[in-house]
T-cell receptor
Framework: SQQGEEDPQALSIQEGENATMNCSYKTSINNLQWYRQNSGRGLVHLILIRSNEREKHSGRLRVTLDTSKKSSSLLITASRAADTASYFCATGFGNEKLTFGTGTRLTIIP | EADIYQTPRYLVIGTGKKITLECSQTMGHDKMYWYQQDPGMELHLIHYSYGVNSTEKGDLSSESTVSRIRTEHFPLTLESARPSHTSQYLC??????????????FGSGTRLTVV
C-alpha cells in the first residue's frame, strides 16, 4: 500500500518565486526523504530528515517534519527553470525499504 | 555522476521474448532495489536484495525475477515479455540502514516497450 501522498499533484509558478509541496504519510517512520525526478530519468536524492529532527536545510531547500501530524513539507526558494521536475517524498523504517509517494509535478515558468 | 548503471536505456521488444535488464553499481552497496514506474505515476517496489544470494519480492506483484550473484550486479529478467510489462524500470542501491543510511542512489532507468 502506498505510504506517502504529495500535495499538490501539480504546481506551476513563476521563476524566482518559492515553491512549497507537502507530503503526508500513514505509519511510523524513522526518516523521510525527498527526491527529484526529471522527465523520463531516475530519481535524485535531495535531502533526508530523521524522525527526531524538525527542520533541515540544504542550499535552496528547506524541509520540515511534523511527526505528530505525519506530514512533511519541501520548500524550494528562488525557483529556477532547472527546478522543473517531479518531486517525491519517501518514508523509511527499520530495514530502510522505502515507500514513495505519488509525486508533485513542478513547472517553473521563465 | 551516478554510480549506478542501467542498460539498455530504451528497449522495444516483441511479445514472448525473454529479456534481461542490467543494473550495476560501483559503490559497494549491499542493498539493491528494482522499482516499476508508469509515466507520471508513483514508484512501486517489485524486488529487493540485502546482499549476495538474497532476493525478496516487493510490494507490487511482478512476473519478473532477479538474481544477486555479485554485490555489484542485480539483473532483472522477464522470461516472456507481454504488453502489460511496458513500463519504466528503475534500479537503486543504498548503504546499511540506521544512522548510516543516507538515501537511495538511482540509475537512469530502462524504458521498456513490449509490442
Amino acid at each position: 500500500s502506498q505510504q506517502g501522498e504529495e500535495d499538490p499533484q501539480a504546481l506551476s509558478i513563476q521563476e524566482g518565486e518559492n515553491a512549497t509541496m507537502n507530503c503526508s504519510y500513514k505509519t511510523s517512520i524513522n526518516n523521510l526523504q525527498w527526491y527529484r525526478q526529471n522527465s523520463g530519468r531516475g530519481l535524485v536524492h535531495l535531502i533526508l530528515i530523521r524522525s527526531n529532527e524538525r527542520e533541515k536545510h540544504s542550499g535552496r531547500l528547506r524541509v520540515t517534519l511534523d511527526t505528530s501530524k505525519k506530514s512533511s513539507s519541501l520548500l524550494i526558494t528562488a525557483s529556477r527553470a532547472a527546478d522543473t521536475a517531479s518531486y517525491f517524498c519517501a518514508t523509511g523504517f527499520g530495514n530502510e525499504k522505502l515507500t514513495f509517494g505519488t509525486g508533485t509535478r513542478l513547472t517553473i515558468i521563465p | 555522476e551516478a554510480d549506478i548503471y542501467q542498460t539498455p536505456r530504451y528497449l522495444v521488444i516483441g511479445t514472448g521474448k525473454k529479456i534481461t535488464l542490467e543494473c550495476s553499481q560501483t559503490m559497494g552497496h549491499d542493498k539493491m532495489y528494482w522499482y516499476q514506474q508508469d509515466p507520471g505515476m508513483e514508484l512501486h517496489l517489485i524486488h529487493y536484495s540485502y546482499g549476495v544470494n538474497s532476493t525478496e519480492k516487493g510490494d507490487l506483484s511482478s512476473e519478473s525475477t532477479v538474481s544477486r550473484i555479485r554485490t555489484e550486479h542485480f539483473p532483472l529478467t522477464l522470461e516472456s515479455a507481454r504488453p502489460s510489462h511496458t513500463s519504466q524500470y528503475l534500479c537503486a542501491s543504498s548503504e546499511l540502514g540506521g544512522t548510516h543510511f543516507y538515501g537511495y542512489t538511482f540509475g537512469s532507468g530502462t524504458r521498456l516497450t513490449v509490442v
